[in-house]
Each structure stands twice: as C-alpha cells, then as structure tokens.
C-alpha cells in the first residue's frame, strides 16, 4: 500500500481525490456566499448556521487537511514532472496539443494559494479568533455576529474597496481556469474517463468552472454597484 501511495500513480490518485473533495465544498461555500446578495439578515442567519452547525464544524478540519494535501501533492508532481521532462521537449510548442489552463496548472495553483491566504486572513481568521470585533446583531430573536458588516466592508472601503474587489474577481478566475482542467482531469485519473465521457466532463468542468467564477465575481461586483 506505501508503495503504491508513494508511487507516480498514487500520488496522482491523492491529488484527484482531494480536488474532487474541494470541489464539492466550493459548491457549498458559494450557496452561502450567495446570501450576501440578500441583505445583512440572510448572510449573518446562514453564517450563523455555518458556525453553530456541529457537521459544518467537523468538516472545517477536513477541508483543511485536503487543502493542504492537494497543495503539497500538486507542487509533488509538478517538481516530478519538470525532473523527468528532457530539456529539448521542454522548448516544444504545446498550444495545439493541450489547454493553457493544462499547461500552467502548477502556477494557476501557486497564485490560487497566495489568493486563499489573503481570503482567510481577511474572513476566516477574524470570524474564528477575533469575532470581537465583528460586532453582534439580533435577527429573529437571536444574536449572532454581524458577518454582513465584515464581508460588505472590504468590497466598500473607501480606501481600498475597488483594490480588494478587483483582487477577488481575478482571484476566482484563476480558479476558473484550473478547474476547467482540474475538473475532467480529476476524473481521468479515478478510471472515469474514455472517449465519450472525457468529452462529457471536460464540458461539465467548463460549465463548473464558469459557475464558480462567474458566482462569486457577482459579489463583489453587487457591492460595487450599490456602493
């Protein structure tokens, strides 16, 4: 079983099954997102929800362990690759034979992570260790902390808020665009692929993909419109 894990194969297998494990959840994580296009009361009960939910917060762990897994196995391979690869193919004119998404997965990925960090730092960070400071509102009888008011407020800084929301919309169509290869490629790797169904979910991915992007871009474009 090491050997196997250890082997080219599997570790490609890991780098798949952890994607396709994000990928469920950014699902997830939009749906939320998408309440702030509600107001202050719908965004502040779905976190709410997320914060107090007992399987939300057993899957918080996870995620972050499949984060890490998925980072540190894709820069595995990629480093693998570039070892294994001849210099002279290296110079070869690849545009016709693959996607440019395909072709810069590893830095698609890189500037993807530098993003996240900026993400949690700004969110997760103060909504876990310093939610003092978020303030507190009562919908429907119960208080729970104002996320509405934190999130809102970096896409309507006056100082920084076009900064902030351009850096998130390009931010996600980076991950756009690795997932529009992450996505069937993921697949392929797990055995689910041949001629008919690679065509199927390298179009699936694309939709996927222009979901994510496309969804929470609208965010941060919703802020700067009614600001």
Known sequence: MSNFISSSIGKKLILSLSGLFLITFLLVHLTANL????????????????DTNPIIQIMQPLLAVGFFIHILYGVIIQIQNW?????????????????????????????IFAFLVIHLGNYFYVMKFASHDMGKVIVDGVEMHNSYALVSGLFTNESFGFIYSAIYIIGF??????????????????????EVWRKRLSIIGTLYAILIAVGFSIIP???????
């Open 173 to 194: 169509v980076a991950l756009g665009l690795h997932l529009n290869h992450a996505f069937w490629s993921a697949f392929q790797t797990i055995g689910w692929s041949n």
């Open 83 to 111: 070892k294994a690869t001849p210099v002279k193919y290296k110079k070869l004119n690849q545009k016709e034979s693959s996607k440019w998404s395909a072709r810069n997965m590893i830095w698609l990925g890189l500037f």
């Open 35 to 50: 309440f702030l296009l509600g107001g202050s009361d719908a965004f502040n009960v779905a976190t709410h929800f997320m």
């Open 221 to 227: 474009l919703y802020f700067m419109l009614i600001n």
